[in-house]
């Protein structure tokens, strides 16, 4: 393993990195699929006494859905643009704070979800957080959406990234489940999974790219990066001039353990 490939991605100023892709987050990251959401909500009480701590929400895209639901949301989002990007819900509350530190009461919230984020976490104190504030019979949502690496236009979009991002540790640890599967906090864990498909046109393509952290949004390589995207959308663009990415959502679902 490389020494970039061994950097923890919680090192790469998680904080901060997305400050300027808020506006190209809110209209072109994907959505996650109705039944990710029942799954993480099945045999919870009555979803109108549920409260969640969504954590790393970003533009709320995760919060909403869980609000759509019933449930009472509070979304833990530490960066202010992304914060103040989100489109407001009346079940969803937007508190600055971070995975390892959210700022929350002991044994406050009934669940604790983590979308596309938790890669971005410390995951010993931030574990430990998860347990300090959820109640003894609460639970742990982690889910992202993977691209298909079998889909043939999602492959190559993904080649496009990795080459542009210049093999950003980011593009090959998305997925980051281990620290959850042997924490001594959480058990009886289960794993879901889910396609997912993503609309998009040409400037839908470009604003989804552009969403990444780890892309540049000027100079040669971004120009390659647009180059790059307009023909693969003239390659697979449908007669209504749309192309799909294809997501294989993951959900892994943890029980708190008592100490």
């Known amino acids: 393993m490389s020494e970039t490939d061994a950097t923890p991605l919680y090192t790469l100023n998680p904080l901060n990195r997305f400050s300027d892709r808020a506006a190209d987050y809110v209209k072109y990251r994907p959505s996650y699929p109705a039944a990710a959401i029942d799954i993480i909500l099945e045999s919870l009480s009555s979803t109108l006494h549920i409260v969640a701590a969504d954590i790393g929400a970003g533009t709320g895209i995760s919060s909403r859905l869980l609000a759509e639901g019933g449930v009472k949301v509070v979304a833990i989002e530490p960066n202010t643009a992304m914060r103040e990007a989100a489109e407001p819900h009346a079940l969803v509350e937007f508190r600055n704070g ?89 058990g009886n864990v289960q794993e879901y999974n889910f396609v997912y498909r993503q609309q998009l046109d040409l ?57």
């Open 203 to 259: 400037v839908g393509l470009i604003g989804r790219a552009m969403s990444v952290s780890y892309l540049p949004r000027e100079g040669v390589v971004y120009e390659q990066v647009i180059a790059g995207l307009q023909n693969l959308y003239q390659q697979f663009r449908s007669e209504q001039g749309f192309v799909y990415m294809v997501y294989c959502t993951s959900v892994h679902i943890g029980e708190v353990i008592q100490k």
């Open 98 to 186: 971070t995975a390892e530190s959210t700022q929350l009461p002991d044994n406050y919230v009934d669940l604790v979800t983590c979308f596309q984020a938790f890669h971005w976490f410390n995951p010993e104190p931030t574990l430990l957080e998860f347990h300090r504030i959820l109640k003894p019979s609460g639970r742990l949502a982690v889910v992202w959406n993977n691209r298909d690496k079998e889909d043939v236009f999602t492959a190559e979009y993904s080649r496009l990234v990795r080459e542009a991002s210049n093999n950003h540790p980011g593009e090959s640890r998305m997925q980051s489940v281990e620290p959850l599967l042997e924490t001594p906090h959480f």
